[in-house]
């Protein structure tokens, strides 16, 4: 009924009450009450029967049912899956597409149901066949743990015709096995999986009172940082990345994928990467079947470690899951830890254990009590007693009466049933009685009875034997798959490419990537920032876009590193119209996005009159030029950058001259002003830093180099980036000294012998193989000592005595010689082993700095307060303001 024509009144009762009586005595329910109880019906129901798992047993009813029905069915061969989701459906009231779906999920998780026949791939994202072709019956697992009916609690089925269990009694923590994923109605679940021998030896930790971690586990693989896991409680965070690694110089191969994703929507991701130009890559093959294997092709030039990173960055090589772990607890939802989730379900299995043993010792008891009737009815001749009774109450007391002098060891009283079950027994069996079996078997059923009130008695030891016979019978082939490591992060501005190209206008002030008519600058990404100066002296950093108006007279437009230290910024600027000109190097290593910074005191008509960009902080020579006016003798002078202190770009730097100049002019270039940078590597992310995380390397200069060495005998050098990405085969992993020789003892797969070579690095720019290219050759040992000194152990021959250990210094042994010669054979004697000894004491020669470089520690670039002040040429001493200018961070 429509409520138009009700008054205020009435409408606000209609809005208050569950009912409203009119006045031709119709009752009009109202519309929100009967929302509000739909929706709280609805949402329960959704909540508690479909989408959230049980801690019991770790099911949703979907699940617990397609279990049931698969016991029910169960005979030891495969049934079609068809043929079990019909069965189902007398259970489950959602149709046969649920069930199909969830019994398809469940069955590629390879635990509990053994499966026949194509059930999709995982890998790749396809689908199964349809139910009709596929096939499936219990696993021995499932068999083993799931299923238990004399403890399992049933229920009536949603029709009332069948029974079902309300739980089924899982004697393992299946729950977090599995994991689990549903969308509620005001709630969601997502449990990730872990790995099935690290939850076995939680639940054996936690019976034993130890601490324990959980960890997820992918069976994709994957590499995996679970830094923010949080227990898999809100708020946590699990980072996933795909396996990838260098083929060769052009080519990576992906042979692990992160959780949640398939090789198509992986393949995707890259594709759309490379269209939106953040990477760039030649073609894709997806050689993926049992197993991942996808091709990447680069095109020349390529670096293959930046591309990783921008793989990282771009696309879905890796991806960030959020877990909630929601559950069911009492028929109510409840977020718990991973953690608490085993303790219960640990604690339940404990329970269930006990059950089990409680249901066969009374099922033992009852056999032996009938057993010891049985004995005492036909070895005293019992049923004799009954030959004259005419009637079955008769009957029942002429035993009853002949048992009663025999039965006072009984544990429990003779009932009218016992007496019952005596005169069923055939004439045939009393006839054929062996005492002597009977006595055995009570025996047996009193061992069995005693074993069983031992293990109730120590029952955390029969638990924790339990989940080992688990391990032992069922955990072959379940060992981890995802890799647990630490991610370094990566800043997409580092490993973008930049594929646009960008241009400035300097006399009217604008840059962009659509001024292609203009001025090139260099190549930038969209994600870019770009730093630019004027003439006035004003800075501005912006985003890069197709035309931005930054100021006229620009005089310096470059890509702007963020945090960028090394980058030394060289200025000489007068001071308004007719003041003084000063001069100030300084860094920018952060700032605000579109903030104009004025770098001079900010007096009308003042100018830039020099200025220059060091990528590592060179300090060049100028020389300055004056006017002539008035008396002034000396119209030229030599100023050096290098007597300038680096400080923040804020301060007013120092007096080169009171007088009017003419022109300033470069005389001389600079050497870097700045200390080399200490690089680190840091072993857990396999990455250089320069934020003194892992081992030092030691200090470079803009010309020193990285040694690496490789387990297969490769040596190289490199540039230190620290981008570069570093394999699990790294032997050598140092600073790299022209003048130090490596030595290198190797296997000869050809000769069959050891061989003994010393040599230097030839080509720095090529990578080398130095142990040959025979397959049976390997690396034993290398050093690069000055001296290295290695034992070598001789094998026993058969007849002979065994030689005693020899030391060899590599330095006498051989010469040093070409990176291709074979060396000089170790022994013809058999080796046991060669073991690589101190290095003999060798002075090595020190690196003195040029004695005219003053140099500047890059951690003090803007903490040095006193600096030297330029007044017509000569040096003075004066003390500068320290910059109060607040700096920034990008909001990211």
Known sequence: MENENLDDHQEEQFGQNEELNLENNEVL?????????????????????????????????????????MKDLDDGRYNKVANIVGHTMQYHP???????????????????????????????GDGSAAARYIEARLSKFALDVVYNPKITEWQLSYDGRKKEPVNLPVMFPLLLAQGAEGIAVGLSTKILPHNFIELIDASIKHLQGKKFKLHPDFVTGGIADITNYNDGMRGGRVRVRAKISQLDKTTLVIKEIPFSTNTSTLIDSILKANDKGKIKIKKIEDNTSSEVEILIHLPSGMSP???????????????????????????????????????????????????????????????????????????????????EEETWEGVIKAIDEGLKPHITHLKRPVTEEDIVRLTEIRIKRISKFDLEKAEQKIEALEGEIAKIKHHLDHLVDYAVSYFTRLKKEYGAGKERK?????????????????????????????????????????DCSDIDDVICFTAEGKMIVTRVDAKTFIGKDIIHVAIFKKKDRR????????????????????????????????????KKGSEVLYFSANPNGEAEVVMVYLRQVGSIKKLKFEVDFADMAIKGRAVKGNIVTKYSVKKIELKEEGVSTLKPRRIWFDDTVRRLNVDERGDLLGEFKGEDRLLIITQNGIA?????????????????????????????????????????????????????????????????????????????VYGKIRGKDQKPNDLVELEEFISIK???????????????????????????????????????????????????????????RETTKPDDTQIKLFDE
């Open 567 to 602: 980058t030394i910024y060289n200025m000489i600027y007068k001071d308004g119209k007719s003041g003084a000109s000063y001069i100030k190097r300084f860094a920018v290593t952060s700032v605000t996005r579109d903030r104009e910074y004025d770098l001079t005191q900010g």
């Open 29 to 69: 329910t109202k519309v929100t009450g009967m929302y509000k109880d739909w929706f709280l019906d609805y949402a329960s129901y959704v909540i508690l029967e479909r989408a959230v798992p049980s801690l019991e047993d770790g099911f949703k009813p979907v699940q617990r049912r397609i279990m049931h029905s």
């Open 482 to 522: 995802t890799e647990l490591r630490l991610f370094d992060d990566i800043e997409a501005t580092k490993v973008v490419i930049r594929n646009t190209k960008l241009f400035v206008n300097r006399k009217e002030g604008f840059v962009g990537t659509a001024l292609k008519k203009d001025e090139y600058v260099t």
């Open 305 to 387: 470690d930046k591309t990783i990173d921008a793989l990282y960055a771009f696309t879905n090589c890796e991806v960030s899951i959020s877990p909630l772990s929601c559950i069911i607890i009492d028929n109510k939802p409840a977020f718990l830890g991973v953690s608490e989730i085993l303790r219960r379900s640990t604690d339940h299995t404990l329970s269930l254990l006990k059950s089990d043993l409680e249901v066969k010792l009374e099922e033992f008891q009852e056999q032996w009590h009938f057993a010891s009737l049985e004995r005492i009815f036909i070895e005293k001749r019992i049923y004799r007693d009954i030959e």
């Open 94 to 124: 959602h149709g046969d597409a649920s069930i199909g779906d969830a019994m398809v999920q469940m069955g590629q998780k390879d635990l509990l149901i053994d499966t026949q026949g194509n059930w999709g791939n995982i890998l790749t």
């Open 716 to 792: 190289k050098t490199i540039k230190p980036e620290l981008t570069t990405r570093f394999d699990e085969d790294i032997i050598v992993l140092e600073k790299w000294a022209p003048k130090k020789p490596i030595s290198a003892i190797y296997w000869e797969g050809e000769k069959e012998k050891f061989y003994v070579k010393r040599f230097f690095i030839e080509n720095e720019e090529k990578e080398e193989n130095f142990i040959g290219e025979h397959s049976k050759s390997y690396l034993e040992i290398v050093s690069t000592d000055y001296l290295p000194v290695v034992e070598v």
């Open 818 to 876: 070409g990176i291709k010669a074979l060396g000089n054979q170790l022994t013809a004697e058999k080796v046991k082993q060669i073991n690589l000894m101190d290095p003999k004491p060798f002075i090595e020669p020190e690196e003195t700095a040029p004695e005219d470089m003053e140099v500047i520690g890059e951690e003090n670039v803007e903490s040095q307060n006193s600096t030297p002040n330029f007044s017509e040429g000569k040096l003075q």
